[in-house]
């Protein structure tokens, strides 16, 4: 005769609600509580899991479970979590294909602002750092050749506070995506 032994699951602590609720109703429940971590993990819904990593700081894994947007609000929340996750490019395509299923929806157009607005800073502020480079590499060549006038000329440090260009440069695009609106 052999005995075989096992030893017992442990024990979980169920509060009474969880016997009787399905799963994304416990997810909501712990997203009332402000637990979005714990509510994503309970959700099933992908949307509803979407949101509560969203309002969790997630953004790229809430942007993964929106890429199958179908409505408007589904590409307006998939553009929310494409634009916290610094990708404003697809963001704006996001908020354009919410806007051909909503046209007059004021959240979409305040935020398709906002980061058309942010692209173009980012775009402004780049151009800028690179024709920066650009003209070191030209002192650095004239130096090199003799023609330099002996002084010792060089671009402004990006640490050095100019008035009217310290908030360009301290931009960030985070910074904006931060107001976004969540509808």
Do not use: M
């Amino acid at each position: 005769l052999l005995l075989f032994c096992t030893r017992p699951a442990p024990a979980s602590a169920l509060e009474w609600y969880q016997l009787w609720q399905r799963a994304d109703q416990q997810g909501a429940r712990s997203f009332e509580r402000e637990e979005y971590k714990a509510a994503a993990e309970k959700f099933e819904d992908p949307r509803w899991q979407a949101g509560a990593l969203y309002r969790d700081g997630q953004y790229e894994e809430a942007a993964r479970l929106l890429e199958t947007a179908e409505t408007a609000d589904d590409w307006y929340n998939w553009g929310n979590a494409l634009a916290k996750s610094g990708r404003l490019s697809d963001a704006l395509a996001a908020y354009d294909e919410a806007l051909k299923r909503s046209p007059q929806d004021d959240d979409v157009v305040f935020n398709r602002k906002l980061v058309r607005d942010a692209l173009k800073r980012q775009q402004e502020q780049k151009k800028n750092q690179d024709q920066e480079k650009e003209g070191e590499k030209g002192e650095e060549k004239s130096s090199q050749d003799g023609k330099g006038s002996g002084q010792n000329e060089s671009a402004p440090d990006a640490s050095e506070k100019e008035e009217g260009s310290e908030s360009r440069r301290c931009v960030s695009v985070g910074a904006d995506a931060g107001k976004l609106r969540q509808g």
